[in-house]
């Protein structure tokens, strides 16, 4: 018969998934809030525009999703670093406007890949 098959390793490192959830105040002077707003520190770069530091970064770049609680207003993941995000927020006419919004970040602490 055939050759005897020989068992090998199962390897699965641990992703070590970190996931944050803020709101973001963008109108006035722009706060972060949240269970997880110690973790970051936001600056309001202008209209409609916002960076939030990750206060550890991430061992790879994470991904984002906002979304606007300010009506008629649209959000947009801009640069984004293993350290930072850019939020972009715009009216429906596509000029930067401030506002309100939540934001979550999924990112793993790991630089292994599966």
């Known amino acids: ?3 005897a098959m020989q068992a090998k390793a199962v390897v699965c490192p641990q992703q070590q998934v970190s996931i944050l959830s803020v709101l973001v105040t963008g109108t006035g002077t722009a706060s972060v809030s949240g269970t997880c707003s110690f973790n970051v520190s936001l600056v309001d770069n202008g209209d409609g ?5 990750f206060l550890q970064p991430f061992a790879r770049v994470p991904q984002g999703v906002a979304t606007a ?5 649209y ?3 801009g640069t984004t ?3 930072t995000m850019q939020i972009l927020t715009e009216n429906l006419s596509g000029v930067a ?3 309100i919004f939540h934001l979550i970040v ?3 602490n790991s630089i292994d890949q599966i």
């Open 1 to 3: 018969m055939g050759t």
């Open 49 to 53: 525009d916002y960076t939030l530091t």
């Open 69 to 73: 609680v300010t009506d008629n207003i």
């Open 75 to 77: 959000c947009k993941i």
């Open 81 to 83: 670093t293993v350290s």
């Open 97 to 99: 406007t401030d506002a």
């Open 106 to 108: 999924v990112g793993s």
